[in-house]
């Protein structure tokens, strides 16, 4: 079954003068892991946003998780239910611990404090790091926050993870270990993963290559 539904989809930014996405079609399956590759420009971050509901289409149709994101009123709810986004700037919030980071998502939810701390080490164990929840981000390595970004992407149990460039600014021993990380990830919690890559040997490791070339994909 299809956990992403996509027919037509487009986007120009700068009243019509750029073309981000012309006309994308994609159906992404339950479970599955799917990398989108293409150069700088192409449309990928797009499509990701797109996917998560951070920006909206002009044209087409887009169901993910079954909501309609055209038609949705509550987005918010939609991404803090659905998705869970890794991000290559991690946007961990520089003045929360390591632990209070990873509880933001779950700030909205019905969950009480003993609950979300629970849940919160939980997933920092998963990622190595019980060691440094009371640590700030910016005492941490790339590498570290990173894993910090992806147990808190992890918290709320979504159906869909969406990384960019999840390796982007890691040194190759330490984008092995994220990407380790991920597969396991994918394994064990049977979540559907998207990840956005320069990187032939990230891209290779998914179920399937997508290819964006000037808003469109091929092949
Ligand atoms: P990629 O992720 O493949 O590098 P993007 O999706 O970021 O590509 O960008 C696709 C095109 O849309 C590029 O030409 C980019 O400059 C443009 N673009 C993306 N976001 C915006 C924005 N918020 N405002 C204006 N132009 C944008
Ligand atoms: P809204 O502004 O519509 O209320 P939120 O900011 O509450 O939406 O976002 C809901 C979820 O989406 C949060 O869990 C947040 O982590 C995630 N999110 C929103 N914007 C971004 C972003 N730019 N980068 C990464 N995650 C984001």
Do not use: C, W
């Amino acid at each position: 079954i299809n956990i992403i539904e996509i027919k037509g989809l487009k986007k120009s930014y700068e009243e019509g003068q750029i073309t981000a996405l012309n006309g994308i079609d994609l159906e992404i399956k339950e479970g599955e892991f799917v990398s989108i590759i293409g150069p700088s420009g192409s449309g990928k971050s797009t499509l990701l946003n797109m996917i998560g509901a951070l920006d909206n289409p002009d044209e087409g149709s887009i169901s993910v998780a079954g909501t309609d994101l055209t038609r949705s009123e509550d987005l918010s709810k939609f991404r803090s239910d659905e998705i869970g986004f890794v991000f290559q700037l991690h946007n961990l919030i520089p003045n929360l611990t390591v632990f209070e980071n990873v509880q933001i998502p779950l700030i909205e939810t019905p969950l009480s404090d003993g609950q979300m701390e629970k849940r919160a080490l939980e997933l920092l164990k998963s990622v190595n790091l019980e060691n440094k929840i009371n640590q700030k981000p910016t005492k941490l390595s790339g590498g570290e926050r990173q894993r910090v970004a992806i147990a808190r992407a992890l918290v709320n149990h979504p159906s869909i993870i969406l990384a960019d460039e999840p390796t982007g600014s890691l040194d190759s021993k330490t984008q092995e270990i994220i990407l380790d990380l991920l597969k396991d990830i994918h394994k064990k919690e049977n979540v559907t993963l998207i990840i956005v890559t320069h990187s032939p040997d990230v891209a290779t490791m998914a179920d399937r290559i997508i290819t964006v070339l000037d808003g469109e994909i091929k092949g």
